[in-house]
């Protein structure tokens, strides 16, 4: 039976998100953007969306673009039937405001989730986030294996992807514990991505600097240097961040559909 979704159509079943981009880019030209079934499927898609929750996301003026940047993404992914997604938002604590077993994230549940956000949160708590999220992908990629082979008698590869919107404003004391759960999420095959929002002038991240003593000795590092999580990307224009987001998502896909 031929599952799979792939090819450049003008009919179809599904949309083409990265094609979609692409025809909307080209002046509406090429439009060839529709999936058909040609071959059985042997992965399952999950991503795991998580917003920074905090009063800073406020203050920099990226809580607006983050809210619009992952209800597109949220909706062209179900849309395009690709497999489960989960919503969280984090600060000094961790919600879901969708997780995988709520259904698909249709446009209510993308008002529901947008409501829930607070962007007052006094801190940002990447610890907290990582050791709630890595677990939660663990057990949703259990769920997948026991369902498909419950179905089908088959096993399914199951790629996992964390995306992580945040301003970056880590507790620098807490590096430690984000590079062993960084590790922790690679070990467990989940792909962990964060997307700095980040702010020019003075406040910019790359402008910003630790300062530890070392034998009475002042020393001044940049805040990126050595930082915890080495897949990250910098926006500099939270206008961009739409944009950035969907060619995050893009690569990762090309980049397993390359790897067959």
């Known amino acids: 039976v031929a599952t799979r979704l792939r090819g450049d159509y003008r009919t179809g079943k599904r949309l083409s ?18 999936l058909r079934r040609t071959k059985p499927a042997k992965r399952a898609y999950q991503i ?5 929750d905090s009063r800073s996301m406020a203050a920099s003026g990226a ?6 940047a992952v209800a ?6 179900t849309h395009l039937d690709a497999g489960d997604l989960a919503v969280y938002a984090f600060g000094d ?11 698909p994230f249709h446009a209510e549940a993308a008002r529901r989730a947008a409501r829930r956000f607070r962007f007052d949160r006094p801190v940002t708590n990447a ?4 050791e709630t999220a890595i677990p939660t992908l663990r057990r949703a990629r259990h769920a997948v294996a026991h369902r498909t082979a419950t179905a089908t008698g088959t096993n399914t590869q199951c790629l996992q992807l964390a995306l992580v919107v945040s301003d970056g404003h880590f507790d620098s004391g807490s590096r430690a514990a984000l590079r062993r759960l960084q590790r922790d999420a690679a070990d467990d095959g989940v792909a962990l991505v964060v997307l700095l929002l980040d702010q020019p002038g003075r406040n910019s991240l790359l402008e910003m600097k630790i300062v530890t003593f070392d034998q009475g000795q002042v020393q001044a ?6 930082y915890p999580f080495p897949c990250y990307v910098l926006v500099n224009d939270v206008a961009h961040l ?3 987001l969907a060619l995050a998502l893009k690569q990762w896909f090309e980049f397993h559909n390359h790897s067959r």
């Open 72 to 77: 597109a993404l949220s909706l062209a992914w």
């Open 63 to 68: 809580d607006d673009a983050a809210l619009t």
């Open 221 to 226: 590092t940049p805040y990126l240097d050595n």
């Open 93 to 103: 604590d961790v919600r879901a405001l969708h997780d995988f077993g709520d259904g």
């Open 17 to 34: 998100m990265r094609r979609v981009v692409e025809y909307v880019a080209s002046g509406y030209r090429r439009d060839k953007i529709w």
């Open 127 to 130: 610890v907290a986030l990582l």
């Open 242 to 244: 739409p944009e950035t």
């Open 48 to 52: 795991l969306v998580a917003v920074d």
